[in-house]
């Protein structure tokens, strides 16, 4: 049985990680996810878990421990956000490429500056290209989900790639919800413990993590780093129906809302999708043939599906939670065009950046774009591709 | 996959890599001839040479092999010329090889 409890996003996550037990955490604090391991430090104080938690010097050293527990054969977790996500960026490749499974939780956070804590996805977003996989959850409930559904994904043998578990900046990680935490004994069947087949402490198989690739080695080394993001996208479908099976609660890549026959629609991720549904609905009491995709995994990212979604839509529009200073868009709407270019059949597409460093998204801002996309459906004019929304205007 | 190091090389296609380019056994620099980046040489000049053995844990790539508590000639399969056991010996036993200085 699922027990109801009401619990923060951070709370949530921490809680899927006791229920998991994992062999190292390797904590550094900084807003918004320092509950994570505040949380997590408390379970090792009541004797809830057997972890080995390492209070390290920084974000950079943090992801290192992880990784070398790792490669020692271990269970590694940790959690940051923001700029500690960033002082992390060279060990995030090294992750990657040396194909160790650690999970990491993000409360996304605005990258400075200025300075900001509050949620947009500039931090997460700046580490797509490193070779994680990245899991973005709505509410609570969600990232608890791929919390859960995290670790398997991750060290499946087809894969073995790191994986970030993202949620939004007190949004999601510190708002408290009524959820469902299934029980520990069922979460441990379910992710099961990690049986890698070479590790550094087997002692009868000497093993070298992380060697030098010269120019004759390093693109076949990343030619199979990028298969194993591909296998990914099968693997996480797998893990996802079992996760239904056993829990009841349905992932995919994307979630469709009301897009069977939508003609406008937003592309968007986490909670926002929430306050653009409530958008959707209303429309659709009107008559307008509105829908929604929410990105649930952005890195393997399902371009193929997203575009089969999109073919019968006159028009979408992206949403961006994130600034790419490309001065064309931002990462999600470039993601997206990406997908469709090659339908016979896709609708126009425009980018809206939205939401940075906090800035509230509403049900009337999600109306408003709506409201852009039905005269785009109706004269077959874009205007202008790629533009801001919910800053004052001169 | 398990696969030696012995047994990658620039010809095999990226399928049969190691997973991360992980090596499964020690000691593969033997496979590898790092001694071709030396531009210059060091010499050990035997009759000079006390045996007192400074030399060889000075050796930042372990390039002086020592057996029986005698130090042996250089493996420059794997010497990078830095000259660090030069320094270190006491008696001047040895030095860089002429015409490369």
């Known amino acids: 049985m699922s027990i109801r409890e009401r619990l923060s996003g951070n709370e949530a996550i921490a ?11 390797a904590m550094f604090p900084i807003t918004p996810s320092t509950e994570i391991p505040q949380y997590f430090a408390q379970y090792v104080a009541d004797g809830k878990v057997d972890t080995e938690f ?110 970030m578990v993202c949620e ?21 069947a379910f992710v099961g413990e990690y049986h890698p087949e070479n590790y550094l402490l087997k002692k009868e198989n000497p093993l070298a993590v992380g060697p030098y690739g010269v120019s004759g080695y390093y693109m076949e080394a990343r030619v199979a780093q990028a298969q194993a993001m591909k296998n990914a996208k099968q693997v996480i479908l797998d893990v996802a129906a079992d996760f239904e099976k056993t829990f009841g609660r349905k992932y995919g890549f994307f979630e469709e809302y009301r897009m069977e026959d939508a003609e406008v629609a937003m592309v968007i991720m986490g909670s926002s999708a929430g306050t653009a549904k409530a958008a959707v609905d209303e429309l659709r009491r009107d008559g307008v043939k509105a829908g929604l995709v929410k990105i649930r995994v952005f890195r393997p990212f399902p371009g193929e599906e997203l575009a089969k979604v999109l073919t019968g839509c006159k028009a979408v529009a992206v949403m961006d939670k994130s600034e790419g200073f490309s001065a064309c868009g931002g990462p999600l709407f470039a993601e997206t065009a990406g997908a469709c270019i ?25 109306l408003q774009v709506f409201d852009r996309l039905q005269g785009i459906a109706e004269t077959g004019e874009i205007g202008e591709v790629y533009t801001h929304m919910g800053q004052r205007e001169a | 996959m398990s696969r030696k190091a012995a047994e990658i090389n620039e010809q095999i296609p990226w399928q049969e890599m190691t997973v991360g380019c992980e090596i499964y056994e020690p000691g593969t620099s033997r496979l590898t001839k790092t001694g071709e980046w ?20 000075f050796c930042p790539d372990a390039c002086i092999p020592v057996s029986d508590g005698k130090r042996r ?26 015409d490369e200085a």
């Not at chain 1, 809680?15 to 955490?25: E, G, S, W």
């Not at chain 2, 990078?80 to 006491?90: S, V």
């Open chain 1, 15 to 25: 809680t899927a990680m006791r229920q998991i037990n994992p062999d190292v955490f």
């Open chain 1, 168 to 188: 939004d900046g007190f949004i999601t990680s510190h708002a408290i919800e009524n959820i469902e935490i299934e029980e520990d004994d069922k979460v441990k």
């Open chain 2, 73 to 98: 000639e250089f493996d420059y399969d794997h010497c990078k010329g830095c000259g660090i056991c030069i320094k270190a010996c006491p008696f001047n036993a040895i030095e860089w090889k002429e």
């Open chain 1, 54 to 163: 390492i209070c390290v010097e920084s974000e950079h050293s943090s992801l290192s421990a992880c990784l070398g527990a790792e490669a020692a054969g271990c269970r590694a977790v940790t959690a940051t956000s923001s700029a500690g996500l960033s002082y992390m960026n060279e060990v995030l490749y090294v992750a990657g490429s040396s194909r160790l499974p650690v999970v990491l939780a993000v409360a996304c956070r605005a990258l400075t500056g200025p300075i900001n804590i509050n949620h947009d996805y500039s931090d997460s977003m700046a580490e797509r290209d490193s070779g994680f996989i990245q899991l973005y959850g709505e509410n609570n409930q969600e990232v608890y989900d791929n919390y859960l559904m995290a670790h398997r994904i991750a060290e499946h043998p087809l894969v073995r790639l790191p994986l």
């Open chain 1, 342 to 366: 090659n339908l016979d059949k896709r609708p126009k597409l425009i980018d809206i950046v939205f939401g940075l460093g906090g800035r509230d998204f509403t049900v009337a801002a999600a």
């Open chain 2, 38 to 57: 030396r531009s210059k040489t060091p010499v050990w000049l035997e009759e000079k040479c006390k045996q007192c053995v400074l030399c060889a844990p």
